[in-house]
């Protein structure tokens, strides 16, 4: 694989001259369309050090408009990145739609240089390959140009250019810590790097191996290859067979919903008692999250008017409100729109220690997003898949994920609409879109069923809560939440987090 | 995610019956349209013994026309499936355009039941998963409508079944081991099934889970199922990028191909000295070969008149015929046609201890498919990831691989040619498409050197041959095809086989 890029290319200063400006104009054009086009264009330079990955990142940046051009190169994690599970600093760099961003040392540095140090066997290496391929397909299922650039040296080439930066003090300090390494290790290096090119090349986002010992054939190649992906993105396009749909259920659709007993209640007087104890233990337990490196995730979801606000309310109260954040998700920003859906969950990923709760979650896409139209069924489809991978990096990264379902029947939501309209001062909870909306109950129901079936996995399933009673749904989610946190936390009872 | 099928769902027998006869009917109509069609249905029954996946076989078997399904249930394997790669099986099974396929304990059965009985960790688990991955996106991208059902059954309910059918000696015989060893590790089963399809619960082919207690609800649920699934394929289609071309290579393009020195020759005196030795030896390790449970594969790929024929006829020489067979590669045939590109090469991997020599191969779809327009850019694009995953499996299974380019310059090859003319008994050997394919000659060397690229891996590399003189190509291929071997089948001399 990487014997066609030790051929000692070479470009003569006249050839590049006269090739450069050409390219410089057709790039600029071509970056010009894609500020106006609806996708991104996410360049990974990756490959040996001194192959040229840096040098190309600001060769970019000299060439094509700076303003619509990022570039990132990810080190060891910062604090605030440790803080977060490892795919976020990369979703915190994915350019919006019309822009070009420029990541080196992105996804495949770590799983490649622990498995060339031989800190991680076959089958890890096969398991982080087979994320990034995941987080990729999604990428260019949302429309992503991605182009994936392999800058190589040989053995020889490489001591080389050690050996020359070596004779001179001004230049020693250009040898960094990567490429000693490198060097020592240059045959391990290149047997992984051999594995991940072959299985990270998927026909929509394969790699190019490019030489990176002269210069100038350098430059133009990678100012070639960047100009011809986007000029081939902005033209073609191909028919393919829309995704599978989900069936409708058979008749008498006895569903997981239909089986909740929605004439569950408490007494007034057992209410105030359990939530009083079980405010208690949360507060108690908070206290015992802060001092782990844990944080929690608790997320919302339900019929309108469930009570899902009140519920909430009744959590915060036994919360110190310097850890906790109430999250309401409604329409998505500008800025949100012209990113991947998940990129507004990522970026409110918590840090250790502290509590979010989702009013309605990134569960909206194959929840009112499928149902209104505004996915495509292409989209909430995958999203099914995007959803379980992103919950299984927060549980993955020690987050406690506990997610609720409320649920009432359309006769109880009706009620609640009515009384909403009665009361003053709760009338403005009630708005037009709250009755149209529940037109489409039966709509809704397949999605919600559908969802829960397709993401209540063992690492992040879904608690179903009868809300008939507001009460008794306060109640048992209060203590669902106290058990988890307390089989999560407290390991003294032999309780291990569930796997 | 197997909550929503432990919900008891029944249908009674009127409603059944209602059902039944229009399901029939539309099933029926589907099929027809689908004989038409240019893509196969291949449906998945997986999940627990007792969970119904024979009876669904039997069933869509009685409601469809049973001339265009066929029906396959996967067990262990057999001596002739054991000296093939394990997926040499599943290819065998998989269905032309306008078919039906139903295939039970198909590529899943076998990492699911080891992992559940923890023969492997959950990193192998995942390398099986991203194998199986990458296997039905290849299907799907080829067209392939892919139906993946997992039948599930509660504990509860599972040792009911057995229960029942232990009562009575007239049905205890439908007792199998594999529901024996379901029912023992039930937890293990499902923890892994629950792993195993949220991994592979792709935005293409999703699993569809179906509680499989009732025969009435599961039979009226798989038929609306399929019915729905083979409608929207019939359907729906979407635009989508196409994927990326590699870009034309910098002015001055020094290929690998470039770098071959055809100056290269040997003597006449030394070549018969060099080629007796060299078939001596190769006698000797065909007999090592024989002994071993290996096979050999030989791949020769070359320009027109580059003396692709004449090696391979000095090599087999030296070979006993009942050990050997020479495979060249024409056109496909019209079964061929209607299966994924790779099938024809799929159904000649040869048991062990025998060798199979390829007169061009399986490489026609990036070389004259590509340069003739014969495959689409998406086609021939997938095909190098397609392609290496083939070999790797081959590899893996302990064929000894070897791939040889035969190269020569332009105008050797119009030499050749005009050769041939001139010569009655060579006349019929060049014919006008070869001069056709020669004004090509830079589309095919593009071609040839991306492949080179592209698919020369450390598991299958590719050894580039000096064949402008014929003598030194042939003493060339058949000593290095000698060390080749040598490495791989003689352990003493500590030649362990390339990783």
């Known amino acids: 694989m990487f014997e066609v890029a030790e051929l000692g290319r070479k470009l003569d200063s006249e050839d590049y001259d006269a090739a450069v400006p050409g390219l410089r104009t057709e790039l600029l054009a071509l970056q010009r369309r894609v500020l106006d086009a609806d996708f991104p264009v996410i360049v990974l330079l990756n490959g040996i050090d001194g192959g040229g990955r840096s040098e190309t990142a600001n060769l970019l940046h000299e060439w094509m408009d700076a303003r619509h051009i990022t570039a990132r190169a990810f080190d060891r994690p910062t604090d605030s990145e440790k803080a977060r599970p490892p795919y976020w600093r990369y979703w915190m760099e994915l350019p919006p739609k019309g822009k070009i961003a420029v990541l080196i040392g992105n996804w495949y540095a770590t799983p490649l240089t622990r498995h060339a140090l031989a800190e991680i066997d076959d089958g890890r290496l096969a398991l982080a390959l087979s994320r990034i391929n995941d987080f990729e397909a999604s990428l260019v299922a949302d429309g992503a140009l991605l182009v994936k650039l392999w800058f190589h040296l040989s053995a020889k080439a490489h001591e080389k250019r050690i050996a020359k930066l070596a004779k001179r003090k001004e230049t020693r300090w250009r040898i960094s810590e990567g490429d000693i390494r490198s060097q020592k290790h240059y045959d391990a290096y290149r047997r992984t790097a051999e594995q991940a090119l072959r299985l990270t090349s998927t026909a ?96 919302f979801e339900g019929w309108d008017a469930a009570g899902k606000g009140g519920t909430i309310r009744r959590l915060i109260k036994a919360l110190d409100a310097r850890f906790y954040q109430v999250i309401p998700v409604a329409a998505p920003t500008d800025e949100e729109r012209v990113h991947p859906y ?158």
């Open 342 to 499: 998940l990129w507004r969950f990522w970026r409110r990923v918590p840090r250790s220690g502290r509590i979010s709760i989702y009013d309605r979650s990134w569960y909206g896409r194959v929840l009112v997003e499928r149902v209104e139209g505004f996915a495509t069924p292409a989209e909430w489809m995958r999203a099914y898949k995007e959803i379980n991978d992103f919950e299984e990096q927060l549980v993955e990264h020690g987050i406690i994920l506990s997610k609720f379902w409320l649920h009432i029947s359309a006769e109880e939501q009706l009620r609640r609409f009515r009384e909403r309209e009665a009361t003053p001062w709760k009338r403005h909870k009630i708005t037009e879109e709250d009755w149209r909306n529940r037109e489409k109950w039966s709509l809704y129901e397949v999605a919600a069923n559908e969802m829960i079936g397709r993401t209540s996995t063992a690492c992040a399933p879904w608690t179903l809560v009868e809300a008939q009673s507001k009460h008794f749904a306060r109640v048992k989610v209060l203590e669902t939440l106290c058990d988890q946190l307390e089989a999560a936390l407290i390991p003294t009872k032999k309780n291990g987090r569930a796997k």
């Open 204 to 299: 929509h986002a394969p790699w190019t191996v490019i030489e990176g010992k002269d210069r100038r054939y350098r430059e133009v190649t990678v100012g070639r290859h960047l100009a011809h992906a986007i000029g081939h993105r902005l033209h073609e396009t191909r028919e393919m067979p829309s995704p599978p749909r989900p069936t409708p259920a058979v008749a008498d659709p006895h569903t997981i919903l239909d089986t909740l007993d929605l004439n569950l209640g408490v007494s007034r007087d057992e209410y105030e008692r359990r939530l009083e104890r079980g405010q208690a233990r949360l507060n108690e337990l908070g206290q015992h999250l802060r001092k782990s490196e844990r944080s929690v995730t608790l997320v």
